[in-house]
């Protein structure tokens, strides 16, 4: 073979190889930032049904107040 020829089919590999690299690279890093973003989404949701949890109590608390003091609901 040609040394021009040998020079180019291994220019070509090496920039396949580095290509490929930073493709895994990128989708390690996508991977890894999908991942953040779930664990911030699992904990907003629940704080979400903390709170949920808080006003549901207090309804609960205020409906049997209603019913101590006998007050009908105006629905």
Request: hydrophobic share 45%.
């Amino acid at each position: 073979m040609q040394p021009e020829l040998m020079l180019s089919i291994a220019a070509n590999i090496i920039a396949i190889a580095y290509f490929a690299g930073s493709l895994k690279a990128t989708q390690l890093h996508h991977a890894e930032i999908i991942k953040n973003l779930k664990e911030e989404v699992n904990a907003h949701f629940k704080r979400l049904e903390i709170k949920q949890d808080k006003h549901n109590k207090l309804i609960e608390r205020m409906v049997r107040v209603e019913a101590a003091l006998e007050i009908k609901p105006t629905k």
